[in-house]
Structure formats: C-alpha cells, structure tokens
C-alpha cells in the first residue's frame, strides 16, 4: 500500500544537538511539506518541496534544515538554533499543487530532555 | 491576510446528539476546502474536498458544505469514536505558494456514551 512513512516515532534531543527526522513517500507524489503542530496552535508551515532539489520556507523555518535529492524523500533538520523544538511534527505530500489536499505521515513526537 | 477560523474550540456532545462544526475563511480565491479527521499522536485524515460554493458531501455520519464564507462539518447521531479534532484547511488560488494549505486549529470533538 502507498502511504507515507515518518520515523522514529519519537525522538529526543539533547541541548545543543542537531537531530534529523526521516519522512518517505511511495505515492509518486511531486510536493512535500513538514508542518510542526503544537497544542492550541494549529498546524504551522516549515518547509515545502513542488520538486526535487527545490524547497521554500514556510511561516515558521528559522532553526530547520530541509533537502529533496529525491523525490521520495523529504528530511527535516532540527538544528541547535531551533529554542523550541518540543512538538509534534508532520510529514506530508501531494500529487500536485492544484486541486491536491494531502496525505500526512504518522507524525515525530520531539522531546528536548 | 488569508485566514481559517474553526469554532467551537472544544465540543462535548452525548451519544446521538446532532451537531455542527463550523470553519470560516477569508482567502485571496478559493481553490479548495478540506477537512480532517486526527485522532491523539496520530497524522491527519482527509475526509473531504470542497470546491465551490453549495457543493455537499457526505461519509457515514459526517455531512460537508460550503459557502462563499465558510464551511459546515455537521455530525448526524455520533458515536463514541467520532471522537477526534477535526481540522479545516484551505487551499488558495493565486500567489505564488498557491499550492499550500492553510490550517485552523481545530475543534476537538468528544463524544460520551
């Protein structure tokens, strides 16, 4: 079955540390996006891919990192200058940008211990 | 500024009491409306897809409109495992990230046997 795939479940981060969240698609879509989700706030934008090796901020990017060498493929660094990291964050794709919701991964739970 | 305003916050409802979920929207062209379903630690689901203004759909209890102003998530005889936040996105139709959701922040929906 096509879906997409977010690992680990659940990562923790120790102050000053860069950790890396892995999100995968098999659905052959175009666009990625990560959205970081945190109680009361609704989904925020941090990063978004239309193409391979192309990506644009989103509303919330200082502190991430993003590549797309694939189009499958879409990590998310979350670099030591991100003060807030704790939250809940979402992987998700699209076929295209017209007429397209998306299809969310299972989510990374991010912890600063 | 483009925006989506989801009401009530929080709603609790007894086992087979009808009600509605409302999501109001200012957006530079509408290209689409969405709605989610996310249970606890999970990704959302996508439920529904509205295009224009009058359109209807349904999924079991679940029942979606639009209007030119907002949207209406009703829920007809719920039972305990509707219980869930359900999100409402729009998608725009001009600029130049043309292509990206925007979220509200959900009406978490619980529903007591």
């Known amino acids: 079955d096509g879906g997409i795939t977010q690992s680990p479940k659940y990562l923790f981060r120790k102050e000053g540390q860069n950790v890396t969240l892995s999100c995968e698609q098999n659905l052959n879509h175009d666009a990625m996006y990560w959205y970081r989700q945190d109680p009361g706030q609704g989904l925020r934008l941090i990063y978004y891919s239309q193409i391979v090796n192309d990506f644009q901020k989103g509303d919330i990017a200082e502190g991430y990192s993003v590549s797309r060498e694939k189009k499958e493929s879409f990590p998310l660094t979350v670099t030591s200058a991100q003060k807030n990291p704790t939250a809940f964050y979402l992987c998700?794709?699209?076929?295209?940008?017209?007429?397209?919701?998306?299809?969310f991964g299972s989510g990374t739970r991010l912890t600063v211990v | 500024e483009d925006q989506v305003t989801q009401s009530p916050e929080a709603l609790r409802l007894q086992e087979g009491e009808s009600s509605s979920l409302n999501c109001s929207y200012t957006?530079?062209?509408?290209?689409?409306l969405f709605w989610y379903r996310q249970d606890p630690g999970k990704g959302p689901e996508f439920l529904f897809t509205?295009?224009?203004a009058g359109e209807e759909k349904e999924k079991e209890r679940l029942k979606a409109t639009l209007t030119k102003k907002e949207s209406f998530l009703h829920i007809t005889a719920p039972k305990p495992e509707d219980s869930a936040t359900y999100l409402c996105a729009v998608q725009r139709r001009y600029g130049g990230s043309q292509g990206n959701l925007i979220f509200g922040k959900g009406t978490k929906l619980s529903v007591k046997p």
């Open positions: 509205l295009y224009s």
């Open positions: 998700a794709s699209s076929p295209a940008r017209d007429r397209a919701g998306y299809t």
């Open positions: 957006v530079s062209g509408l290209r689409g």
